[in-house]
């Protein structure tokens, strides 16, 4: 017997799409399952349209080259970044799921407290957390945290350097901080 869900708009996080030099389709087939809303920098534009994915939003600061139906064009004022989260704030979209080459966190904080924020980088797939973070893992894995606080209070974790920790055993490791937030990244 089969299901069948009706997703309403907006209800599966958006793919803003930036770099995909090193990101698995595998993965990338995993987040379009749900047909996400999908807003594309002019390079993965490219990639997208070489295999076959159409996309909603293109980011471009020239003219817009590709002929797809119901494509919306966003001119990038500054960067494309800061063009894809001013439309994707005013849009109403609660939920992002990034794609990108870039590793520094520094660009996304602003972000962080406005829209739920999921960052995939290579094989990382990183996020902001609050404090009281609970999450069930295997042991063995490995957690990096991004400039962990001076005051990080954390359980079932083991320290391996300043930035990353492995789980000590299958089951829940928590994080306990005073800041509004961290970003921890794990392999996908």
């Known amino acids: 017997m089969s299901s069948h869900h009706i997703v309403?708009?907006?209800?599966?996080?958006?793919?803003?799409?930036?770099?995909?030099?090193?990101?698995?389709?595998?993965?990338?087939?995993?987040?379009?399952?749900?047909?996400?809303?999908?807003?594309?920098?002019?390079?993965?534009?490219?990639?997208?349209?070489?295999?076959?994915?159409?996309?909603?939003?293109?980011?471009?600061?020239?003219?817009?080259?590709?002929?797809?139906?119901?494509?919306?064009?966003?001119?990038?004022?500054?960067?494309v970044l800061e063009s894809a989260f001013e439309f994707l704030l005013a849009e109403g979209y609660p939920a992002v799921n990034l794609i990108t080459g870039k590793k520094s966190m520094d660009d996304f904080r602003v972000y962080a407290t406005q829209i739920n924020l999921?960052?995939?980088?290579?094989?990382?797939?990183i996020y902001p957390v609050h404090s009281g973070f609970k999450k069930w893992k295997p042991a063995g894995e490995i957690i990096t945290i991004s400039n962990p606080p001076k005051d990080l209070q954390q359980n079932g974790l083991e320290k391996i350097n300043d930035h990353q920790f492995k789980t000590l055993d299958d089951g829940f490791f928590t994080l306990n901080f005073e800041q509004a937030f961290l970003f921890i990244s794990e392999e996908i």
Request: aromatic share 6%; no cysteine.
């Open 8 to 79: 309403k708009e907006k209800q599966e996080p958006a793919l803003l799409i930036l770099d995909l030099a090193d990101f698995d389709e595998e993965h990338l087939g995993q987040l379009l399952e749900w047909s996400p809303t999908i807003l594309v920098n002019e390079e993965s534009a490219e990639k997208l349209h070489s295999l076959g994915i159409k996309f909603d939003v293109l980011l471009t600061e020239a003219s817009n080259s590709f002929l797809q139906d119901n494509l919306k064009v966003i001119s990038v004022e500054n960067n």
């Open 118 to 125: 999921v960052i995939y980088s290579g094989n990382q797939k």
